[in-house]
């Protein structure tokens, strides 16, 4: 049974009003004083000495600090409240992502135990349970990965890599597990020599490329249409962008979704597969190759683009 999600109104309202409670008898408090004060003093004031301004001041300050509490408190819990929703919305996805390649792969398993296939039919089958593997290799593989990040147990190593065969091998994968024609996936790769080679880590940087890829194929509508551009730009750094013509994203969550567990929300989006993880883990991996990545779109329904930059080293990092 899901669980049953706690409106955010609920403590929003109830800390409103005590923030506003508390103002309200810091500001009254301060008035009915200074009123008393005049009174007592047959309307002239008078000096009666530092304790009254140092109690008048002391009451302002403790009710701020009051005030302050309440503030924080109130952030607080709204930051815990949509962080447990975020992770009710992972967990919803894992079952998700996990029931769907599991009940592909029972009904060719019953398929081909129940009857008699031909063997254009069983190779036919034996493809589709190879890319239900695939992606459940894949998704395992993803959550393992943000996992060793959250708990710094991501080993990383620097050594000389080939780009374009990094790239060659991603669009390979991706082209496979989403059954694409080649001209669905169009390369620009502007790469200089010593930008082929490079010295990195070759897996962070099969992840970085590989989840963006993955990330524009699957926010597209109907028949994905991804360009990856590779090119060298004064640094010098390497400059890597996927865009895509898909759902786009609203230019207010355009920062929120390298967050853990933040899914784009809006129409077109909703049923897409996924656990918020993939752009949280390509930016923690950029960051640690000492790069940057940002995130450009038009709006909802005018595609995205997302351009990292990796500073380019040579040589040994021990030289």
Same mark, same amino acid.
């Given at each position: 049974m ?47 000495g ?26 607080s819990n ?14 919803d ?12 792969l ?9 009857r ?21 290799q894949a998704?395992?593989e ?22 374009? #065969?990094?790239? !060659?091998? =991603? ?5 496979? @597990?989403?059954? $694409? /024609?080649?001209?669905?996936? *169009?390369? %620009?790769m ?19 490329v ?26 010098p ?57 940002? #995130?450009?779109? !038009?709006? =909802? ?5 997302? @351009?990292?930059? $990796? /500073?380019?080293?040579q040589? *040994?990092? %021990?030289?």
């Amino acid at each position: 049974m899901a669980t049953r999600r706690q409106p955010l109104l609920f403590p929003i309202l109830v800390g409103s009003f005590a923030i506003a409670f508390a103002i309200t008898v810091l500001v009254g408090w301060s008035i009915i004083f200074s009123k008393y004060y005049v009174v007592a003093t047959d309307n002239q004031v008078a000096d009666l000495g530092v304790g009254y301004w140092v109690l008048l001041a002391g009451g302002c300050v403790f009710l701020a600090l009051v005030i302050a509490a309440l503030v924080l408190f109130l952030v607080s819990n709204i930051r815990q409240a949509l962080y447990v929703r975020r992770q009710d919305t992972f967990v919803d996805s894992v079952t998700h992502e996990l029931k769907s390649p599991l009940a592909s792969l029972r009904l060719a398993l019953d398929t081909m135990e129940m009857r008699e296939l031909t063997p254009a039919h069983r190779a036919r089958f034996l493809s589709m349970m190879d890319r239900d593997v695939d992606r459940l290799q894949a998704f395992i593989e993803h959550v393992l990965e943000a996992g060793r990040l959250e708990h710094g147990r991501r080993q990383f190593v620097s050594e000389p890599v080939s780009v374009p #065969a990094i790239v !060659d091998q =991603v669009l390979d994968v991706l082209r496979k @597990r989403h059954d $694409l /024609p080649d001209a669905a996936i *169009s390369l %620009d790769m502007q790469l200089t020599e010593q930008c082929e080679s490079m010295f990195t880590d070759p897996m962070a940087l099969d992840i970085i490329v590989l989840n963006l890829i993955d990330n524009a194929i699957k926010y597209s509508h109907g028949k994905p249409e991804v360009t990856l551009s590779l090119r060298e730009e004064p640094g010098p750094q390497l400059v890597i962008e996927v865009a895509d013509k898909g759902a786009g994203i609203p230019e207010d969550q355009l920062k929120k979704v390298f967050r853990r567990f933040h899914r784009v929300e809006g129409e077109g989006v909703r049923h897409v597969p996924g656990t918020g993880l993939g752009l949280y883990v390509v930016r923690f991996l950029v960051q640690h190759l000492g790069g940057k990545i940002d #995130a450009h779109s !038009d709006g =909802v329904g005018h595609g995205a683009l997302f @351009r990292v930059r $990796l /500073p380019i080293k040579q040589g *040994s990092p %021990d030289q």
